[in-house]
């Protein structure tokens, strides 16, 4: 399998780490994202792991026109794509009613229309290629509402919508669709949400185990030689991605609610990510 890869992201974390393990089999790769400098350096990485061809571009995804024009600048030159994978994306946790409303748009804006707007610029070339392949990257928060995810969760759930639909409506044409929920991963970004997470959040996801981004590359990688829809990296996202409508309710009843409760149990005396969580030892299941 190789051919012209378009990765949105490419410069970082999960798309950069996809990006690598192709940079050895012959793939072309686009990579699009902001900041030229960290594309600048991703692309003499991809070099060093042996890539004969990668094109960078900086580009906001969230710019319908500025995105399109870099798409058709990226097929002129290196061809239809094989593979386009969306993988460009923003987090800001935080309370409902303390984030700002430019949370809540801009995560839309580049979490699930960059997805969109790249689908779209990309689609007549992926008709022209060879066993093209559409990956879009949602998020376990694509699954479950989470709490402190109130501007995050939406747009991965948005995107797993768009994947689903795309995935029914592209398969006559021979293009295929796959839907990435990956772990909590260890990236740029997990490192940075962190630091900004509520409380009750961190301690909800303190039991997830992080995976290595190259780990989590290797198993989306995976997925798509099998030509699978639904891509989820590790166990606890494979049990989520097939059993989260019945799983969904338990997990918050019996274990999230607890554990948010014990967050609670201070009355407030400031704003929502001022209360800490109390010292508990039956907060939830685990
Ligand atoms: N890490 C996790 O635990 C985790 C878990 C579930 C899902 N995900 C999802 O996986 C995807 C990759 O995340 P990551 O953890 O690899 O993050 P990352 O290391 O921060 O990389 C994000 C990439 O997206 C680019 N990007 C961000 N905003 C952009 C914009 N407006 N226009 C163009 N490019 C933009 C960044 O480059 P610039 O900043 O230079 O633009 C960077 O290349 C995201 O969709 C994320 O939500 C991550």
């Keep these: 399998m190789s051919g012209h890869a378009i990765i ?4 970082s974390g999960i798309g950069l780490a996809i990006a690598r393990q192709l940079a050895g089999s012959g793939w072309r790769l686009s990579l699009l994202a902001r900041d030229r400098d960290r594309l600048a350096e991703a692309a003499e990485l991809l070099a060093a792991d042996g890539a004969m061809t990668v094109r960078i571009r900086s580009v906001d995804v969230a710019d319908q026109p500025a995105l399109a024009s870099a798409v058709q600048d990226a097929v002129a030159a290196l061809g239809p794509p094989s593979l386009l994978i969306a993988a460009a994306g923003m987090v800001v946790p935080g309370h409902f009613a303390e984030l700002e409303d430019a949370a809540f748009t801009r995560t839309m804006a580049v979490n699930y229309l960059g997805s969109l ?42 995107v797993r ?38 409380l009750a959040t961190s301690r909800i996801a303190t039991g997830a185990r992080v995976q290595p981004a190259d780990a989590v590359a290797r198993a989306i990688l995976r997925g798509i030689r099998r030509n699978r829809f639904v891509i989820a ?12 409508s019945l ?40």
């Design 161 to 198: 919508g768009l994947a689903e639909a795309l995935r029914s409506e592209l398969a006559p044409e021979g293009i295929g669709v796959s839907v990435v929920f990956p772990p909590d991963t260890d990236t740029p970004q997990l490192h940075a949400e962190r630091r900004l997470r509520p």
């Design 117 to 158: 707007y790249l689908v779209r610029a990309a689609l007549p070339a992926l008709r022209l290629a060879r066993a093209p392949r559409i990956v879009l990257i949602s998020s376990g928060a694509g699954l479950l509402g989470l709490y402190g995810y109130a501007a995050y969760a939406p747009t991965k759930f948005a």
């Design 247 to 286: 799983l969904g309710p338990l997990l918050h009843r019996f274990w999230f609610d607890r554990v948010i409760r014990a967050c609670h149990r201070q009355p407030p005396t400031g704003p929502m990510s001022q209360i800490t969580c109390q010292p508990a030892q039956d907060d939830g299941l685990f």
């Design 8 to 11: 949105s992201g490419g410069s």
């Design 233 to 244: 990296p590790g166990w606890e996202m494979t049990t989520l991605a097939w059993l989260h």
